[in-house]
């Protein structure tokens, strides 16, 4: 007997800023002089970011960015694209804590229709979806 899958958990979302589209505190808030501090810090030689620090902050912009648009998708229509150039259509459900699987419904292959299904994050190439 399958159990069922568990509900994602939400993402603490920060409220909305000052101007009305970005989220976070507002530049002239109480927390803007310690923006600036950092600012002169950075411009001086001795204490710049190593590449590893480098590379780590951009690696992390990544994730958060992929993370993000795994929540977008979220009883959306999803296109993947498989190995071997086959390309399935699903209602996109969730995904596991690891990343590796994704769980559709309705997926389309060039079979038939399969009710609910598992499509493995490696079989992936890419995937689009609408906003």
């Known amino acids: 007997m399958q159990t ?3 509900i994602p958990v939400p993402v603490l979302r920060l409220p909305r800023g000052p101007d009305g589209l970005s989220r976070g505190f507002a530049p002239d808030g109480r927390r803007a002089p310690l923006k600036r501090v950092a600012t002169e810090i950075q411009e001086c030689p001795i204490l710049q970011e190593s590449p590893e620090s480098q590379e780590q902050r951009a690696r992390a912009a990544l994730r958060e960015r992929y993370l993000r648009s795994l929540l977008a998708m ?3 229509q999803v296109s993947f694209t498989l190995h071997e150039g086959v390309h399935v ?5 969730a995904t596991d804590l690891d990343v590796a699987n994704f769980y559709v419904s309705q997926l389309q292959t060039p079979i038939g229709v399969q009710a609910e299904a598992l499509l493995r ?3 992936i190439i890419s995937y689009t979806f609408k906003l």
């Open 4 to 6: 069922p899958l568990a």
């Open 74 to 76: 979220v009883g959306r």
């Open 89 to 93: 259509t699903a209602h996109f459900g």
């Open 121 to 123: 994050c490696s079989d």
